[in-house]
């Protein structure tokens, strides 16, 4: 119903209300993604030539409106339009103004094709228009994808930086971190670096020692090293009133000795003691090479961190400091990549994609992730496509390819 209304799949020999008024659809309004309030805002319809704007609810029986109890909700008072399948009864706001109901038939085809993308068990379940669609659509989409995981990963940015005292320096600095964990001990990289006090530990910066000794003293993992350690802890904790994090957090099997969560704490201390893990530092690096440069990384470890850690730094500090350079900057970073390789990346090609850089893999992630695990398929413009493109007819007598 939301889908039919909102791009106007409407039938062609027009729309009358219940009572038998002409009705002419000039703006379906703006779509609430809210769970408070009328489906639509701010719509313009036409009643026999009068227009009326306000907002329109949508209901597949008319009498769902008051077993949802609109009739006693306010925020419902200003509807001009009740839209519904079935009208099997009149309704009425909390005033007791009696609403224009108009029925809106959804057509056989578009109820079975959102069935077939609901229900198949085929993954993607569009999986047979991605390769008839012009490459403009296609490309169009990603970019969308690509700039729409870019701003998630903003909003976790921001945040992060606002429980760390609004330090971005702190903030980029865990989630360095956080990337240090390679997945299996990002989570407990991202503790660490939460009771970490970044403040005393600057005040022992030019000691590599002590740097280290602060780092794996706070994440509990003294006893995976030399005693020397422990001693030296013990000093800094009683100077700086400090208190360790949980060490049953971290995660050592299913993980090589190179990426033991004391190993990486050991290379992460000899960056921040080099000055490497500083955010200027980081704006300062204008390509790939420079960034390898300063992490001290190639190959496929230092995709993974200017994937998961640079990029979305750099464009959360762009976008939120009002930087165009450095946001293009990102997307930069990310077309000189290759593509990452996952099962989700290579499900994607099968059905036809092209993935020719990260930029390409993200926008694939962030597809499934946020449209295909949450069947969204009708705010996927590969979903619509399915849905309305004059191919979706000859498909659905086609055999499966995959």
Same mark, same amino acid.
């Given at each position: 119903?939301?889908?039919?209304?909102?791009?106007?799949?409407?039938?062609?020999?027009?729309?009358?209300?219940?009572?038998?008024?002409?009705?002419?659809?000039?703006?379906?309004?703006?779509?609430?993604?809210?769970?408070?309030?009328?489906?639509?805002?701010?719509?313009?319809?036409?009643?026999?030539?009068?227009?009326?704007?306000?907002?329109?609810?949508?209901?597949?029986?008319?009498?769902?409106?008051?077993?949802?109890?609109?009739?006693?909700?306010?925020?419902?008072?200003?509807?001009?339009?009740?839209?519904?399948?079935?009208?099997?009864?009149?309704?009425?706001?909390?005033?007791?103004?009696?609403? *224009?109901?108009?029925?809106?038939?959804?057509?056989?085809?578009?109820?079975?094709?959102?069935?077939?993308?609901?229900?198949?068990?085929?993954?993607?379940?569009?999986?047979?228009?991605?390769?008839?669609?012009?490459?403009?659509?296609?490309?169009?989409?990603?970019?969308?994808?690509?700039?729409?995981?870019?701003?998630?990963?903003?909003?976790?940015?921001?945040?992060?930086?606002?429980?760390?005292?609004?330090?971005?320096?702190?903030?980029?600095?865990?989630?360095?971190?956080?990337?240090?964990?390679?997945?299996?001990?990002?989570?407990?990289?991202?503790?660490?670096?939460?009771?970490? *006090?970044?403040?005393?530990?600057?005040?022992?910066?030019?000691?590599?020692?002590?740097?280290?000794?602060?780092?794996?003293?706070?994440?509990?993992?003294?006893?995976?090293?030399?005693?020397?350690?422990? &001693?030296?802890?013990?000093?800094?904790?009683?100077?700086?009133?400090?208190?360790?994090?949980?060490?049953?957090?971290?995660?050592?099997?299913?993980?090589?000795?190179?990426?033991?969560?004391?190993?990486?704490?050991?290379?992460?201390?000899?960056?921040?003691?080099?000055?490497?893990?500083?955010?200027?530092?980081?704006?300062?690096?204008?390509?790939?090479?420079?960034?390898?440069?300063?992490?001290?990384?190639?190959?496929?470890?230092?995709?993974?961190?200017?994937?998961?850690?640079?990029? *979305?730094?750099?464009?959360?500090?762009? &976008?939120?400091?009002?930087?165009?350079?450095?946001?293009?900057?990102?997307?930069?970073?990310?077309?000189?990549?290759?593509?990452?390789?996952?099962?989700?990346?290579?499900?994607?090609?099968?059905?036809?994609?092209?993935?020719?850089?990260?930029?390409?893999?993200?926008?694939?992630?962030?597809?499934?992730?946020?449209?295909?695990?949450?069947?969204?398929?009708? &705010?996927?413009?590969?979903?619509?496509?399915?849905?309305?493109?004059?191919?979706?007819?000859?498909?659905?007598?086609? *055999?499966?390819?995959?």
């Amino acid at each position: 119903m939301h889908y039919t209304w909102r791009h106007k799949l409407l039938p062609l020999e027009g729309l009358h209300t219940t009572d038998g008024r002409q009705v002419e659809v000039v703006d379906p309004g703006l779509y609430n993604r809210s769970d408070a309030g009328p489906d639509f805002f701010n719509a313009k319809v036409k009643v026999d030539g009068l227009v009326w704007v306000g907002n329109v609810e949508l209901h597949v029986k008319a009498s769902d409106w008051y077993r949802h109890r609109h009739d006693r909700d306010a925020a419902y008072d200003n509807v001009v339009l009740h839209v519904v399948e079935q009208a099997d009864m009149d309704v009425a706001t909390s005033q007791g103004k009696v609403l *224009p109901t108009v029925v809106v038939p959804i057509s056989d085809a578009l109820h079975h094709d959102y069935e077939e993308l609901i229900k198949s068990e085929k993954y993607p379940p569009c999986y047979k228009v991605i390769p008839t669609l012009p490459s403009l659509k296609v490309h169009s989409w990603m970019a969308a994808l690509q700039t729409e995981r870019l701003e998630q990963k903003t909003r976790a940015m921001q945040q992060r930086v606002k429980e760390l005292g609004g330090s971005w320096e702190d903030g980029y600095f865990a989630t360095l971190a956080h990337s240090f964990g390679f997945g299996i001990n990002g989570d407990a990289f991202d503790a660490w670096a939460r009771v970490m *006090p970044m403040s005393a530990v600057a005040h022992h910066r030019d000691d590599l020692f002590q740097v280290e000794t602060l780092f794996l003293g706070m994440a509990n993992l003294l006893e995976r090293v030399e005693e020397r350690y422990a &001693r030296e802890f013990a000093y800094l904790r009683k100077k700086f009133g400090l208190e360790p994090m949980d060490g049953s957090m971290w995660r050592y099997l299913r993980t090589r000795p190179q990426n033991f969560p004391h190993v990486r704490l050991l290379q992460l201390a000899k960056m921040y003691h080099e000055r490497r893990t500083t955010l200027s530092a980081l704006l300062d690096c204008k390509d790939v090479k420079s960034i390898g440069e300063l992490y001290g990384m190639k190959g496929a470890k230092l995709d993974l961190l200017i994937i998961n850690t640079v990029v *979305p730094s750099v464009f959360a500090y762009g &976008r939120s400091h009002g930087k165009q350079e450095l946001e293009e900057r990102a997307f930069d970073l990310l077309e000189a990549l290759k593509p990452e390789d996952n099962h989700i990346v290579r499900m994607w090609r099968e059905c036809g994609l092209d993935v020719g850089s990260a930029g390409d893999s993200q926008a694939l992630i962030q597809l499934k992730k946020e449209y295909c695990d949450r069947k969204e398929c009708l &705010r996927c413009r590969f979903g619509y496509e399915f849905l309305t493109g004059e191919h979706r007819h000859r498909f659905l007598s086609e *055999p499966a390819k995959i």
